[in-house]
């Protein structure tokens, strides 16, 4: 699996001192355990699959296909050469919802933990609630999640990262979903044991 | 779930060996082949009944990509995409070379490492996830 650098970071090595030293290696690719990316267009095809898959839940794909090809190009060319208007002049539209909802019809989310054998937990959660209260991070913990969430009488055993910081988990999803996703428009989510120093 | 060979075929494991399947035909055609050929036998296989680890898949070809003879699969939630790639190539008798890309919702490609039970959760419908499989890039 591919994973955005800073959560790998966040889940591997968040007790590291910045800048994060890595060693690359130019040989033995290990072809049975990573997709080898041939080439840039296919880690493109990669990043437009994200973006359209969050897009799916997120508007039932209406925003992403009513944009035209060049939007998709501009999309990607932003992130590729770190044009931050570039980028959120597309992205932008991909954060709007309906004035008549408060929010998107699902977040598109995935959760990582080092401890389980899953790649990550990745389900339907939709960010209002039937009453029109806005679902907060710890709700989406709760229900997907629940070993993660400190029990009300233990201590502490997790933290819930997203780009390397713990947020409030009163926050409302839907917040995070406009203000904290990644670029490929998915809120990664690291559970890392709680440090014991 | 029933277990009704004709409708709804357990794919093969993923350790399943090489060069399974019927020796004739081209890859235009559609091959028949009998559930019994499959690497799986039901009285070695987890039962079917099993509905926390299988979900049932629906396979349609776009465009001239070959139709398999059967559509509905069910697979093991962990199997991942490349995983169903290099079955559904195996069963259309393509050659390793040939591409195979798989869609959810007409729309788009997910992950060759994405786990079906995951996509079957946030974009199945009716009890199955349906899959678009195509030699070429059709959605983009």
């Given amino acids: 699996m591919h994973y955005p650098i800073g959560l790998l970071f966040d889940l591997l090595a968040s007790s590291s001192a910045l800048p994060w030293n890595i060693t690359v290696h130019f040989k033995s690719f290990p072809e049975k355990d990573l997709l080898h990316c041939p080439s840039k267009d296919v880690i493109e095809a990669h990043f437009m699959s994200c973006v359209k898959e969050a897009d799916a839940l997120k508007h039932k794909s209406q925003v992403i296909n009513e944009m035209q090809k060049k939007d998709h190009k501009q999309l990607w060319m932003g992130l590729q050469n770190d044009r931050f208007d570039q980028f959120w002049a597309i992205n932008r539209k991909l954060m709007e919802y309906p004035a008549e909802e408060n929010g998107f019809r699902y977040i598109p989310f995935r959760i990582y933990q080092t401890t389980t054998e899953r790649p990550f937990i990745q389900k339907l959660f939709r960010p209002v609630a039937p009453d029109g209260q806005l679902h907060t991070l710890g709700d989406l913990l709760k229900e997907v999640c629940p070993s993660a969430v400190a029990p009300e009488d233990g201590e502490k055993k997790n933290q819930v990262m997203i780009h390397g910081i713990e947020p409030m988990l009163e926050t409302p999803l839907q917040w995070l979903s406009e203000h904290l996703s990644y670029p490929d428009n998915f809120l990664h989510i690291s559970i890392i044991p709680q440090p014991t120093d | ?140």
């Fill in chain 2, 1 to 140: 779930m029933a277990e009704d060979p004709e409708s709804s075929l357990q794919l093969p494991p993923s350790t399943a060996a090489e060069g399974e399947g019927p020796t004739e035909g081209s890859p235009e055609t559609v091959t028949p082949e009998p559930p019994s050929s499959a690497a799986v036998s039901p009285g070695t296989e987890e039962p079917v009944g099993d509905t926390k680890k299988k979900i049932d898949i629906l396979l349609k070809a776009v465009g001239d990509t070959p139709i398999m003879k059967t559509k509905k699969w069910a697979v093991e939630r962990t199997r991942t995409i490349q995983g169903l790639i290099d079955f559904i190539k195996k069963f259309l008798k393509l050659v390793a070379s040939e591409q195979l890309f798989i869609y959810v919702n007409q729309s788009f490609a997910p992950s060759p490492d994405q786990e079906v039970g995951t996509l079957y959760e946030c974009f199945g419908s009716d009890g199955k996830l349906v899959l678009h499989y195509c030699k070429s890039q059709a959605w983009g």
